[in-house]
């Protein structure tokens, strides 16, 4: 079997690449500050900014296709410490890129929606980036890096992604879920919209990518939908009451980090090539399955 490695696998993306791609890949993963061990996955546990250390890394692998998933994810911390995150989110991404560019081998990384402001959305690939905050920046930075560095590289705009967690985490979906079976009180912005899809079925299109794509790839759902009414369809499936949610806005909430109102992705040029979301509920259902 050919060989997959994936940066992050200890993180929510990277987990869920792994769970799709054993069986068809012989799949390699990195993880730093939280050492798990992957059935089926030969784990190395490395600072992805230490540039010489993970070179020999990747030359004792020996991959056949790269999908970078590490970084620094909070837009909040990001905003609080750029020099720190900029290491690993700009400086880490277009060094691998270089590696992969060297071995003429695949290289897909993983940026965000998180690159626009919010404004003119459906976004399509050829859109104007114009972040408003510094994670958004830093995705900025990498995607050019990466795409001058290697022209075949594949750089995939992921949406907000939902779903089970590696062994080692809980997203802002545990929380809904708990608050939402608990009945405490869960507030959610009704002004701000994105094309969510589960970690599954990102992971699916990412490893489409992989053999299928090049330059830039929006990985975004079928379904445009505010946070508010995200936890909605989240009460329907889990059949609980809708007392404990609160309608909120934006302007509500005091962060770091600037947010963006509406950063649904157009993805039709991943749809040409295959990738096939379900309908937001049948996702959705998919992964509350355990709760229902
Ligand atoms: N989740 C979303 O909704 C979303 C939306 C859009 C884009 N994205 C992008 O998708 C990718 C994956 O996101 P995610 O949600 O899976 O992130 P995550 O759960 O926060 O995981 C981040 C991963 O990066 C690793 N990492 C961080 N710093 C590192 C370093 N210096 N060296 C090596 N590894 C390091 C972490 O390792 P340890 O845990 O072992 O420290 C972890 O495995 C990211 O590029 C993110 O920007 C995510």
């Not at 992050?8 to 993306?13: A, I, T, W, Y």
């Not at 994810?73 to 020099?83: I, K, M, V």
């Not at 975004?220 to 909605?232: I, M, Y």
Request: glycine share 8%.
């Amino acid at each position: 079997m050919r060989k997959l490695l994936v940066t992050g696998v200890s993180g929510f993306l990277g987990w869920n690449i792994c769970r799709e791609a054993k069986g068809s890949w012989d799949v390699h993963g990195t993880v730093f500050s939280n050492p798990v061990k992957m059935r089926g996955v030969n784990t190395v546990r490395i600072d992805l900014t230490d540039f010489k250390a993970f070179n020999e890394v990747f030359n004792g692998i020996g991959p056949d296709a790269v999908i970078h998933t590490a970084a620094a994810t909070s837009p909040n911390y990001c905003q609080e410490y750029p020099a720190e995150s900029e290491e690993i989110n700009i400086d880490a991404a277009v060094n691998l890129a270089g590696l992969c560019a060297d071995k003429k081998i695949p290289f897909v990384f993983t940026s965000t929606d998180l690159v626009f402001d919010g404004l003119n959305a459906p976004y399509k690939e050829e859109d104007p980036v114009c972040p408003v905050n510094i994670y958004g920046e830093q995705k900025v930075m990498a995607e050019e890096g990466i795409l001058k560095r290697y022209h075949s590289a594949v750089v995939c705009r992921m949406p907000l992604m939902f779903g089970e967690p590696a062994t080692t985490g809980s997203g802002f979906f545990q929380s809904m879920i708990k608050a939402l079976k608990e009945g405490d009180e869960l507030r959610l912005f009704h002004d701000e919209f994105r094309t969510p899809v589960s970690g599954q079925t990102a992971a699916r299109g990412l490893l489409l990518a992989v053999n299928k794509a090049e330059g830039l790839l929006h990985l975004g759902g079928k379904e445009r939908v505010s946070r508010f009414n995200f936890g909605l369809l989240m009460m329907d499936i889990l059949n609980v009451s809708e007392a404990s949610l609160v309608r909120c806005s934006q302007k509500d909430l005091k962060m770091s980090a600037p947010r963006a109102p509406d950063l649904s992705l157009d993805s039709s040029r991943a749809f040409a090539l295959g990738y096939d979301p379900k309908s937001l509920r049948e996702q959705l259902e998919e992964c509350l399955e355990a709760w229902i």
